[in-house]
T-cell receptor
């Protein structure tokens, strides 16, 4: 079974803090994705990566950055957390072929005070 | 541009009744279509996917969906609802170019005993 793990299930941070969300997948997938999920808005893509050290902006990249130094690990960074970044963050991975399924981690619920 | 519309953010059915969750897509070329389920405090799990083979797709937990090109629809159905089907359901589309998924805003299914 594909396994995507995220470093924290729940996280509480203060405004202005730097926040790291880590995601690891164990299936040698090329693609990795970060989404945020908010009620009534569904999933919105923040960034994705199709290879080590490669990244592409999604629909809402402002206020976020990412890092992919190893194939299995994709990190989301909030340089200076703000209250409007309180959300559920979901990581996903998929093989390179275009019709392939995305596999999701359990999510990190982030609260910024 | 691709997009997905899920009609009805909340659907309630009685236990044993038919489940119908609607999804319409906009796409200039045949897409790949997916339904995901999200149980409380969990990530998304694949229910089924359409990748241009049979138009009627059977998934896990008794769910199925039919791709109708003429109606640009991919509605999810289950003949008889169980209490354990209560969850959030997301329709998603991707194309044969690019790796990005486009998710609908989700439909929350409530099953009434």
């Amino acid at each position: 079974d594909v396994k995507v793990t995220q470093s924290s299930r729940y996280l509480v941070k203060r405004t202005g803090e730097k926040v790291f969300l880590e995601c690891v997948q164990d299936m040698d997938h090329e693609n990795m994705f970060w989404y945020r999920q908010d009620p009534g808005l569904g999933l919105r893509l923040i960034y994705f990566s199709y290879d080590v050290k490669m990244k592409e902006k999604g629909d809402i990249p402002e206020g976020y950055s990412v890092s992919r130094e190893k194939k299995e690990r994709f990190s989301l960074i909030l340089e200076s957390a703000s209250t409007n970044q309180t959300s559920m963050y979901l990581c996903a991975s998929s093989p390179l072929a275009r019709q392939e399924t995305q596999y999701f981690g359990p999510g990190t619920r982030l609260l910024v005070l | 541009a691709q997009s997905v519309t899920q009609l009805g953010s909340h659907v309630s059915v009685s236990e044993g009744a038919l489940v119908l969750l609607r999804c319409n897509y906009s796409s200039s070329v045949p897409p790949y279509l997916f339904w995901y389920v999200q149980y409380p405090n969990q990530g998304l799990q694949l229910l089924l996917k359409y990748t241009s083979a049979a138009t009627l797709v059977k998934g896990i937990n008794g769910f199925e969906a039919e791709f109708k090109k003429s109606e640009t629809s991919f509605h999810l159905t289950k003949p008889s609802a169980h209490m354990r089907d209560a969850a959030e359901y997301f329709c998603a589309v991707t194309m044969n170019t690019g790796n990005q998924f486009y998710f609908g805003t989700g439909t929350s299914l409530t099953v009434i005993p």
